[in-house]
């Protein structure tokens, strides 16, 4: 089966590529696969789009991740992580850049054992956003570097993918792919298909094994009875409530009943403690307090006062 990626930004016609050479294979006796993918539709963000094509029926899906040929009609793409360009690829993918740089230019920067074949681009062209008919040049050169479909079945389906937009349209898409495709004589049918790896062949991964604990430890005993204690949910405080017992009236009820977590405690004289290390800092209490005797204190202050810590 080959498997091919394109790589462009929107508005070079990416997605119009992998259908005139996904015509251009069926049009061969193929089985063909091709699809683009891209987020939002905006002109000049990254895009990919991908072509499968097999004498046999295909039922592999998804997104191409170990290509046979990625092709790149816009080189500022190659050094950028998110646009993907260099995923998957291994000593014998074929790497084919539009550019106006050199293979070896190329080669020397990425240091990549795939073979890398340079595209030329048009000479008055400084803009690469601006190439005309990148998609059509894309799509011929791949054409050729399969080795499998002749100029024949090319043209017929650059007519039918691009027809609709009248002779001038047509004729410009043609000239320009089949100077790609000329280009590429050199290096003609250098793609070759990699057959599909056999269920049978993958070697099962190697599994760490790790010893199991006991639920009682390495899982929370749902079911058992005076956990909550062990819990310090006081860590999860950043306001501490503080009392001032100068104004506390010992009403001894208010405090400690509103508090939901039960962590404020009242001693014989009707003084309330408040228990640090489950206090959670929600401080109803201090919103409770008829004569405002506890005060919320920034956690950090309370430390450097020397406040007592869960």
Not at 60 to 71: F, K, S, T
Not at 80 to 101: K, N
Request: glycine share 8%; hydrophobic share 45%; proline share 7%.
């Amino acid at each position: 089966m080959y498997r091919i990626r394109f790589h462009g930004r929107g508005g070079q016609g990416m997605k119009t590529a992998s259908r005139m050479l996904g015509s251009a294979f069926f049009r061969e006796g193929f089985e063909v696969q091709d699809a683009p993918r891209y987020g939002a539709e905006r002109r000049g963000a990254p895009i990919f789009a991908y072509v499968r094509a097999d004498r046999a029926p295909i039922s592999e899906r998804g997104i191409i991740r170990q290509p046979d040929l990625v092709v790149v009609a816009d080189d500022s793409l190659v050094p950028i992580p998110a646009a993907g360009v260099l995923t998957g690829l291994s000593g014998r993918c074929v790497l084919l850049i539009d550019t106006h740089e050199s293979a070896e230019t190329w080669r020397r920067r990425l240091s990549l054992e795939a073979p890398i074949i340079a595209l030329p681009a048009p000479a008055d062209t400084a803009d690469p956003t601006q190439l005309p008919f990148v998609g059509a040049a894309c799509a011929g050169a791949a054409a050729r570097l399969v080795g499998v479909i002749e100029a024949a079945a090319l043209e017929r389906a650059i007519c039918d993918e691009v027809g609709h937009f009248g002779a001038e349209i047509v004729a410009e898409n043609l000239e320009r792919a089949f100077q790609a495709y000329d280009q590429m004589a050199a290096h003609a049918g250098c793609v070759a298909p990699r057959a599909d790896e056999s269920a049978a062949d993958w070697e099962p991964p190697a599994w760490v094994d790790l010893p199991l604990e006991e639920a009682r430890v390495a899982a929370p005993v749902i079911h058992g009875a005076l956990t909550s204690e062990a819990a310090q949910t006081g860590l999860w405080r950043t306001m501490r409530p503080v009392v001032d017992y100068g104004r506390c009236n010992r009403c001894w009820w208010v405090c400690s009943t509103f508090c939901p977590d039960g962590a404020i405690t009242v001693d014989a004289d009707g003084s309330p403690r408040i228990d640090y290390a489950h206090c959670k800092g929600c401080l109803v209490c201090v919103a409770q307090c008829p004569p405002h005797a506890i005060a919320a204190v920034a956690e950090h202050e309370a430390a450097a006062a020397g406040g007592e810590s869960p």
